[in-house]
């Protein structure tokens, strides 16, 4: 690996302390308010997701229970609160697209990157504060764009969070919301692109331009290179959906044929539009879509790496090999898109050359797992709320990892795509592995952010509950795959598929139980913010720069004074003159493993 020398040092912050309350806490340039903000907003975006998988949930179980208040939010798609298929549709659309977009990236990238990516890396800043502010706010733009869609007369689209052509292309002839719901569905999307493109700028040019004495790349701590990785992920990523969103408002406002191929018929009516390719879509899309997979699991891969090294007390097995691995993930990552085609009459060679990096994949996935497992043999682990996360973490990447084998043969695939084994594999591998590890980052770092202690008998409650309740809402999905429950179907009317209603009233209890688990960690989030507490300057021993600064940090990170790094982050169970069994990154006390 090529490792640039540190600069002597880093350029100064352009701007000065906040004077006003707007500008400490609204429209601020200090990266640690604004990975707050980032933090706030996904907290607000996983309870509405979380609202609403309940809406779907209680339909699944109970098809004809009628859902008090939900007529409310949809008179025309729940009648006497009793959800219509096309409600359910709409339903299932918002919440993948909140959680996905305004979860799983913003919070383990933007929001913990912000906060601490400078720090780590010994800047007093991002060297662009006023774009790190335009990214928060346009991604906070974005997310009342797309509520907003809650209010249209049709409501949300019923196109799903990938938005499919041509049933997200033709408008309001193709259902509820494809028309006005659709269009700023698209917006709020390409939106949110512009804000993740400005961040994934301010990321980068800050571990290769900000970093202080001493900080050459190989003394760079997993989680800046994890972030790092990830911005670089999300420049190539978000910039191809972007333009696709664009292409996709004008084929709705401006009469272009995109994705809208000729001879289309709809309702005994011929479509007007002609030249347009509706798997023009799929390709765009899942080239951002693949990618976005890891852009949510790699920031949390170094988050639950930091946080296992610190309470091991001792280093990874190697860290050479779990940067490359996260790097081989990066980059194959754009090569295996097209597995997600599969069943669009893909030519069977080409089902072939997307089969076999995706099979490929799986090597840095296992050579991370192995190193995980292989670094916490023999060690005296420090059994809290953020390393339950972190082994949690390893687990659901393990069991959601596995389905993934049989995903990537097409054979198998164009079996299974359609049916919840598909949703049972994205869940646990993309969604409740990245959440485990935003909860194991909450924990470890809530101190240094607020300067206050979460609980943790609480912290450790939280963790074993919703490790149950995970396991016990989403392992089911692969039985009904396997069962040839069809995703997205509202109702379960066929034959075969009614022996599976029992399964899936448990699936919706489990559901029920876990999201009511999460309401512990968001009143121990509370209290603890106002009532935790105090908590010192390193309560977990830690060797990064984070912890050599007071809980929680001055508004300049440093106090002025420019840090000088001499070791990695790495420098556990070693024996020092004051009998610590650690070395700060800081301290010019020399390391026996002299990095």
């Not at 997200?168 to 719901?181: E, N, V, W």
């Not at 687990?395 to 959601?400: E, I, Q």
Request: aromatic share 14%; proline share 7%.
């Amino acid at each position: 690996m090529h490792d640039k020398p540190a600069v002597s040092t880093a350029p100064a912050v352009v701007h000065g302390p906040p004077t006003t309350f707007i500008s400490k806490h609204v429209f601020s340039l200090d990266h640690k308010v604004i990975g707050k903000q980032y933090y706030a907003l996904a907290l607000a975006a996983v309870l509405t997701g979380m609202v609403l998988s309940w809406l779907m949930r209680i339909h699944l179980g109970w098809n004809d229970l009628a859902i008090p208040g939900l007529q409310a939010l949809s008179p025309n798609g729940a009648p006497s609160g009793v959800m219509t298929p096309e409600m359910y549709l709409r339903i299932m659309t918002m919440h993948a697209t909140f959680m996905v977009f305004f979860v799983l990236t913003t919070a383990p990238f933007a929001a913990f990157g912000n906060f601490f990516l400078p720090i780590q890396v010994g800047a007093e800043d991002m060297p662009f504060p006023h774009f790190n502010m335009m990214s928060f706010w346009t991604t906070f733009v974005a997310f009342c764009v797309l509520v907003t869609a809650f209010f249209t007369t049709d409501g949300p689209p019923l196109s799903g969070w990938t938005a499919y052509a041509p049933l997200s292309a033709i408008g309001k002839d193709t259902g509820p919301g494809q028309g006005t719901g659709q269009i700023i569905w698209a917006a709020a999307i390409g939106i949110f692109c512009i804000g993740q493109l400005l961040g994934a700028l301010n990321f980068i040019s800050t571990v290769l331009d900000m970093r202080c004495k001493g900080m050459t790349l190989k003394r760079l701590p997993v989680t800046a290179w994890a972030w790092f990785i990830t911005s670089c992920m999300g420049l190539t990523a978000f910039a191809v959906l972007m333009p696709a969103t664009i292409l996709l408002i004008l084929d709705h406002v401006a009469g272009t044929s995109f994705f809208i191929p000729s001879g289309l018929v709809i309702n005994d009516q011929l479509v007007p539009h002609s030249g347009g390719s509706t798997l023009l879509w799929q390709h765009l899309f899942w080239f951002f879509g693949h990618p976005e997979v890891y852009i949510a699991i790699v920031p949390g891969m170094g988050i639950i790496t930091h946080v296992l090294i610190t309470n091991m007390r001792r280093p990874m097995v190697s860290m050479k090999a779990i940067l490359y691995s996260m790097w081989a993930l990066a980059f194959l990552s754009y090569m295996v898109y097209g597995h997600h085609m599969f069943v669009s009459g893909m030519n069977p060679f080409s089902s072939l050359v997307f089969s076999f990096p995706t099979l490929m994949i799986t090597i840095p996935s296992t050579v991370l797992v192995l190193i995980w497992i292989g670094s916490l043999y023999g060690s005296r682990i420090r059994i809290n709320a953020a390393s339950l996360f972190a082994l949690g973490f390893i687990s659901m990447f393990v069991t959601g990892g596995v389905s993934g084998f049989f995903l990537a043969q097409p054979s198998i695939d164009i079996m299974l795509h359609a049916t919840y084994f598909v949703v049972g594999h994205f869940h646990m591998v993309m969604g409740v592995a990245a959440i485990f590890g935003i909860f194991s980052g909450t924990y470890f770092w809530f101190p240094k952010m607020t300067g206050r202690m979460m609980n943790e008998t609480l912290g450790k409650a939280h963790f074993w509950l919703t490790f149950v309740g995970t396991y016990c809402t989403f392992m089911p999905f692969h039985y009904l795959g396997w069962a040839a429950n069809v995703r997205r179907y509202s109702a379960f009317t066929d034959d075969y598929l009614k022996p599976l209603i029992p399964l899936h009233q448990f699936i919706t209890i489990a559901a029920l139980f876990t999201g009511a688990v999460q309401l512990t960690f968001l009143y121990n989030l509370v209290h603890s913010l106002f009532r935790g507490a105090p908590a010192p300057a390193n309560p977990w021993e830690g060797t990064s720069l984070e912890w050599t600064m007071p809980s929680p940090p001055p508004w300049n990170n440093f106090g002025g004074k420019d840090p000088v790094v001499y070791h990695d982050a790495d420098q556990y169970g070693v024996k020092t003159a004051s009998g610590a069994d650690y070395i700060m990154q800081d301290s010019p006390e020399p390391s026996p493993t002299g990095c």
